[in-house]
């Protein structure tokens, strides 16, 4: 059953991440709507620890791409390569080719390495050397990245920003929390021991599942309101693409079946409004989609502006 091996999963991540437990299912969620998520926070409170608890808790391959400025485009595609022995150039497959890839603080390589990643998570394949190679399934991008106004970072593109499902924070442990994790430090101990719960074919069988959840006209007109509302807002440069509804709808699907249902509520989209759609908006006062408190307070000034369904 896709709830019991939804449990099984968020109980899993939990046991290593003690932090947000709203994150976690946020992080479910994109990888259950075939999306990808872009973890935005400080440094130490526990980014890298969630993208990797959810890539063990999964049977299927994993890599990790550590960003810096001098990163190159095919050290994350890959590069072809001289073969001596037959005389012919051989691509070899850059980290981009695994399940579920981590790109740690993606804000701190170039632009122009960035882009590298648009056609992995828009279509999940690579060209390189003429050809169109698929990425395997499931295929997930979590990545890291410090808040704009720290030392060594660069801006994401807006097209770079739209590929993303959602953008989360995951703010500072409680006191109790954080008691747990100065015992248990399961960065060091619990996360190499974490064993995987479910598999990639699960993963798959579970994402067709989501696909099929209904979600009544009135939700539709409901999520092409609020992308309406946006691109009329007048406090707003840019509003919610196309692209953005259809994220919005697909992660209120996937938030249904992470419920147990297979049919959408209200809430289902309400709950997915400011992370699905806050950093695909630009502020007119701000001319940049890093303008999180902005964009994600006009969002919720558009969100009560249109009548919900409910």
Same mark, same amino acid.
């Given at each position: 059953? $896709?709830?019991?091996?939804?449990?099984?999963? *968020?109980?899993?991540?939990?046991?290593?991440?003690?932090?947000?437990?709203?994150?976690?299912?946020?992080?479910?969620?994109?990888? =259950?709507?075939?999306?990808?998520?872009?973890?935005?926070?400080?440094?130490?409170?526990?980014?890298?620890?969630? !993208?990797?608890?959810?890539?063990?808790?999964?049977?299927?391959? /994993?890599?990790?791409?550590?960003?810096?400025?001098?990163?190159? $485009?095919?050290?994350?595609?890959?590069?072809?390569?001289?073969? *001596?022995?037959?005389?012919?150039?051989?691509?070899?497959?850059?980290?981009? /080719?695994?399940?579920?890839?981590?790109?740690?603080?993606?804000?701190?390589?170039?632009?122009?390495?960035?882009?590298?990643?648009?056609?992995?998570?828009?279509? @999940?394949?690579?060209? !390189?050397?003429?050809?169109?190679?698929?990425?395997?399934?499931?295929?997930?991008?979590?990545?890291?990245?410090?808040?704009?106004?720290?030392?060594?970072?660069?801006?994401?593109?807006?097209?770079?920003?739209?590929?993303?499902?959602?953008?989360?924070? =995951?703010?500072?442990?409680?006191?109790?929390?954080?008691?747990?994790?100065?015992?248990?430090?399961?960065?060091?101990?619990?996360?190499?021991?974490?064993?995987?719960?479910?598999?990639?074919?699960?993963?798959?069988?579970?994402?067709?599942?989501?696909?099929?959840?209904?979600?009544?006209?009135?939700?539709?007109?409901?999520?092409?309101?609020?992308?309406?509302?946006?691109?009329?807002?007048?406090?707003?440069?840019?509003?919610?693409?196309? *692209?953005?509804?259809?994220?919005? @709808?697909?992660? !209120?699907?996937?938030?249904?079946?992470?419920?147990?249902?297979?049919?959408?509520?209200?809430?289902?989209?309400?709950?997915?409004?400011?992370?699905?759609?806050?950093?695909?908006?630009?502020?007119?006062?701000?001319?940049?989609?890093?303008?999180?408190?902005?964009?994600?307070?006009?969002?919720?000034?558009?969100?009560?502006?249109?009548?919900?369904?409910?």
């Amino acid at each position: 059953m $896709p709830v019991e091996t939804l449990q099984r999963l *968020r109980e899993n991540i939990t046991t290593v991440y003690m932090g947000n437990s709203q994150a976690v299912d946020r992080i479910i969620v994109c990888l =259950l709507a075939r999306g990808h998520v872009l973890i935005e926070d400080v440094p130490g409170v526990g980014k890298t620890v969630l !993208a990797n608890a959810l890539a063990r808790s999964i049977q299927c391959s /994993f890599s990790r791409i550590q960003c810096t400025p001098d990163l190159l $485009p095919s050290d994350v595609t890959g590069v072809s390569v001289y073969m *001596r022995d037959t005389g012919n150039f051989e691509f070899k497959p850059g980290p981009v /080719f695994a399940n579920i890839v981590l790109a740690d603080e993606v804000n701190r390589t170039t632009p122009r390495t960035q882009s590298a990643l648009l056609e992995a998570m828009s279509e @999940a394949t690579v060209s !390189a050397e003429g050809q169109v190679l698929p990425l395997p399934q499931p295929f997930m991008v979590v990545a890291t990245q410090n808040p704009y106004e720290f030392e060594g970072t660069y801006f994401l593109p807006e097209n770079q920003l739209d590929r993303f499902l959602m953008r989360i924070n =995951l703010g500072y442990p409680s006191p109790d929390d954080e008691s747990r994790i100065l015992h248990k430090q399961p960065a060091r101990t619990a996360l190499r021991e974490l064993a995987a719960v479910a598999t990639g074919d699960e993963i798959l069988a579970i994402q067709e599942q989501v696909d099929k959840v209904k979600m009544d006209q009135a939700l539709v007109d409901y999520v092409i309101a609020l992308a309406l509302a946006t691109r009329e807002n007048e406090n707003l440069q840019v509003g919610v693409s196309p *692209r953005g509804s259809l994220a919005l @709808a697909q992660a !209120a699907r996937a938030t249904a079946v992470l419920a147990g249902r297979d049919y959408c509520i209200p809430e289902d989209v309400v709950s997915n409004v400011l992370p699905v759609c806050a950093h695909r908006v630009i502020s007119k006062t701000y001319m940049h989609a890093g303008d999180t408190i902005t964009t994600r307070r006009i969002m919720q000034q558009v969100m009560e502006s249109v009548r919900s369904p409910a």
